[in-house]
């Protein structure tokens, strides 16, 4: 079972919430933030991203960067920019991108269900990247941003969502990048208390997007439990801010491969050892994408070849063997160039979907890159199959669109 509960959010008025939310803090560098906060002394990166307040050349990691936050943090809250509701409400929080718009519910998760593996994984976390999201929110006793889960679909809950987004929208905009973003309050205390009781129903629920965030929210509240002798396991630390999502509604789009070299090959010699697991055609001077599971697409030299893994590189069967980042990294990036660990190694690039396969035709032929791989995209299935099944996904397998905004609810902990 799911346990969530409603809470207080702190929130812009309507008349400056185009002006307060910004994108999520890791989809942009410090300076795209800089330039995007520019003039703006309500944009919410100024919590999220504060090193933009101090000199570009500033350790973004540096505790006066921190101690920014929170002094910023409190200043929104005492002019007024975000503002605490007085009830324990839920919210519904929609997405429209590209005509298609998705429904989540913005619920508090409890921090023993990730710890117990109820909030099913799919990727490893680094300790860095943790100890930062740990520290932003210990500082701030808030999760400033939310996390992005997807449940498996239900049918009452979306009965629920229906009838909620028929009342006025509480907001309602278009961002710069052409997303649509919907919001409103659930405050009606039994459509609150049946949705708490319609989620300890689900079995599980699924990070899509933010194993950091989440990753730091719960250690964070394992710490002040820890750290409070008086402890009862109700407080609000013990829970965490999500956006919930239906499995059916989400889309997981390609993320693709960009390599330096070709490990002391020949194009020819290349071309030959991907004929060994793959059947190789060569298809003119434009990427054309993936035709389908098992079949991907190469750039190199000025051409495109589609390549058709042969049957004996994947098993259809193995939540882990079936994925084409499986096969694509066995076979061509470790067996033929070298590439071990997608980590860590200063050969090999990622790009998600979302910029389109002409920015890896561009980078190829640009001279930057060697070779650009391109993959057909992750299903929401395949992924909560591998979670369910206690693995862990490749490096830089899924990307969703449209990311969340930050800034349009905050979860205090205290």
Same mark, same amino acid.
Not at 97 to 112: A, D, K, P, R
Not at 175 to 188: C, L, Q, T, Y
């Given at each position: 079972?799911?346990?969530?509960?409603? @809470?207080?959010?702190?929130?812009?008025?309507?008349?400056?919430?185009?002006?307060?939310?910004?994108?999520?803090?890791?989809?942009?560098?410090?300076?795209?933030?800089?330039?995007?906060?520019? #003039?703006?002394?309500?944009?919410?990166?100024?919590?999220?991203?504060?090193?933009?307040?101090?000199?570009?050349?500033?350790?973004?990691?540096?505790?006066?960067?921190?101690?920014?936050?929170?002094?910023?943090?409190?200043?929104?809250?005492?002019? /007024?920019?975000?503002?605490?509701?007085?009830?324990?409400?839920?919210?519904?929080?929609?997405?429209?991108?590209?005509?298609?718009?998705?429904?989540?519910?913005?619920?508090?998760?409890?921090?023993?269900?990730?710890?117990?593996?109820?909030?099913?994984?799919?990727e490893l976390t680094r300790k860095d990247k943790e100890e930062d999201r740990m520290m932003h929110v210990r500082v701030n006793d808030a999760n400033i941003e939310p996390v992005f889960f997807a449940y498996p679909d239900n049918e009452e809950l979306g009965a629920i969502m229906t009838r909620i987004i028929s009342t006025p929208t509480e907001y309602d905009?278009?961002?710069?990048? /052409?997303?649509?973003?919907?919001?409103?309050?659930?405050?009606?205390?039994e459509d609150v208390a049946r949705i708490t009781e319609l989620f300890a129903s689900i079995p599980s629920l699924y990070i899509a997007?933010?194993?950091?965030?989440?990753?730091?929210?719960?250690?964070?509240?394992?710490?002040?439990?820890?750290?409070?002798?008086?402890?009862?396991?109700?407080?609000?630390?013990?829970?965490?801010?999500?956006?919930?999502?239906?499995?059916?509604?989400?889309?997981?789009?390609?993320?693709?491969?960009?390599?330096?070299?070709?490990? #002391?090959? /020949?194009?020819?010699? @290349?071309?030959?050892?991907?004929?060994e697991h793959f059947i190789v055609e060569e298809k003119g001077t434009d990427i054309v994408p993936p035709a389908g599971l098992h079949h991907f697409s190469i750039y190199l030299d000025g051409k495109c070849y589609t390549l058709t893994a042969n049957s004996d590189t994947y098993d259809d069967n193995d939540p882990i063997g079936v994925l084409d980042v499986t096969i694509s990294s066995k076979y061509i990036l470790d067996e033929i160039l070298g590439i071990k660990d997608l980590r860590t190694d200063k050969r090999i690039d990622f790009v998600g979907g979302i910029r389109g396969l002409d920015e890896l035709k561009q980078r190829v032929d640009s001279g930057e890159m060697k070779l650009a791989l391109a993959l057909y995209p992750v299903t929401m299935k395949q992924l909560m199959d591998i979670a369910d099944s206690g693995n862990i996904m490749p490096p830089k397998t899924t990307w969703f669109e449209p990311k969340l905004r930050s800034g349009l609810v905050i979860h205090k902990l205290s």
């Open positions: 079972m799911a346990i969530i509960k409603p @809470f207080r959010g702190i929130r812009p008025p309507k008349n400056i919430v185009e002006k307060v939310v910004c994108r999520p803090y890791d989809v942009l560098s410090s300076l795209e933030a800089r330039l995007e906060a520019e #003039g703006n002394e309500k944009s919410l990166y100024r919590i999220i991203k504060p090193e933009i307040d101090f000199d570009q050349y500033i350790d973004e990691h540096h505790p006066d960067v921190y101690n920014r936050a929170v002094q910023n943090f409190n200043e929104f809250q005492k002019n /007024g920019w975000l503002v605490q509701d007085e009830d324990e409400n839920y919210y519904v929080y929609a997405q429209t991108m590209n005509g298609n718009t998705q429904y989540g519910l913005v619920v508090c998760s409890h921090i023993e269900d990730y710890m117990t593996d109820n909030i099913k994984k799919h905009f278009v961002a710069s990048d /052409g997303v649509g973003h919907h919001f409103w309050i659930i405050n009606d205390r997007d933010g194993h950091h965030r989440s990753a730091a929210a719960a250690l964070v509240g394992a710490e002040k439990a820890r750290q409070n002798p008086n402890h009862t396991g109700k407080e609000e630390y013990n829970y965490f801010m999500a956006v919930c999502f239906p499995d059916s509604q989400l889309n997981i789009i390609d993320y693709n491969r960009l390599v330096k070299d070709l490990n #002391g090959l /020949g194009v020819s010699e @290349f071309l030959n050892k991907l004929g």
